[in-house]
């Protein structure tokens, strides 16, 4: 039963460069969670959403970052134009739906892209 | 607005005795608690959670307590293994799905 998998693990992007970031959720899980850990600091959320459908972008910049989950394939965070301080270790999780009237609500992460830009 | 504070950055503990990690929060809105444990280089990996129902879940070694009236959960973790050290973060969540992490307590098991 493979966890949720996050490639690439390691991303290096020179400034003004595209960063894709994917993530495959664990099978069976129909919500996937994007979050973003500073050098430091805690995981900060920045997105939430079910099969092609955004449910709370209320983390995410405004300008720049965009993330989708379509009906076939993988979750996808994207980030046009990189800056510096987009520098940071980008964590998905995912969680099962809504079952026979129970929330499972404990979300399952992955191991993580760490982001670089020179 | 830091709505979760873990407000120890480090604990060092005796192998063999209790391990107990803190943390605050200030939203009232918060109806479920989660603790994760973080290795290096690694997502976080879930450990144990509690609803706002309750005052303590546990589970093998690791036992969370949730005080409501002071806004305060901890993990006790007993007794404490060397594997145990890592980096904690409690989470909560308020409604939505998304979780509001704190800042995370750097947990180191002394042989």
């Known amino acids: 039963n493979a966890g949720v998998m996050q490639n690439p693990r390691h991303l290096v992007r020179r400034r003004g460069q595209e960063a894709r970031l994917r993530c495959s959720p664990v099978?069976?899980?129909?919500?996937v969670y994007w979050y973003r850990q500073l050098p430091e600091e805690g995981l900060k959320f920045m997105v939430y959403?079910?099969?092609?459908?955004?449910?709370?972008e209320s983390g995410m910049p405004k300008e720049r970052f965009s993330a989708e989950f379509p009906k076939e394939g993988p979750s996808i965070l994207r980030i046009q134009q990189v800056v510096r301080g987009d520098s940071a270790a980008y964590f998905c999780?995912?969680?099962?739906?809504?079952?026979?009237?129970?929330?499972?609500?404990?979300?399952?992460f992955g191991p993580g892209t760490r982001l670089t830009v020179l | 607005d830091q709505q979760v504070k873990q407000n120890s950055p480090s604990l060092s503990v005796q192998e063999g005795r209790i391990s107990i990690l803190n943390c605050d929060y200030t939203?009232?809105?918060?109806?479920?608690f989660l603790w994760y444990k973080k290795y290096p280089a690694e997502g976080p990996t879930f450990l144990i959670s509690?609803?706002?129902?309750?005052d303590k879940n546990e589970d093998g070694r690791f036992t969370v307590f949730l005080n409501k009236s002071a806004k305060h959960l901890s993990l006790h973790i007993v007794p404490s293994q060397p594997g145990d050290s890592a980096v904690y973060f409690c989470?909560?969540?308020?409604?939505?799905?998304?979780?509001?992490f704190g800042q995370g307590t750097r947990l180191t098991i002394n042989p």
């Open positions: 099978k069976g899980h129909s919500h």
């Open positions: 939203n009232s809105m918060f109806d479920y």
């Open positions: 989470a909560a969540r308020a409604g939505a799905q998304k979780l509001v």
């Open positions: 999780a995912s969680s099962a739906q809504q079952m026979g009237g129970i929330l499972y609500n404990e979300q399952f």
């Open positions: 509690i609803s706002s129902i309750k």
């Open positions: 959403l079910q099969k092609e459908n955004i449910i709370d």
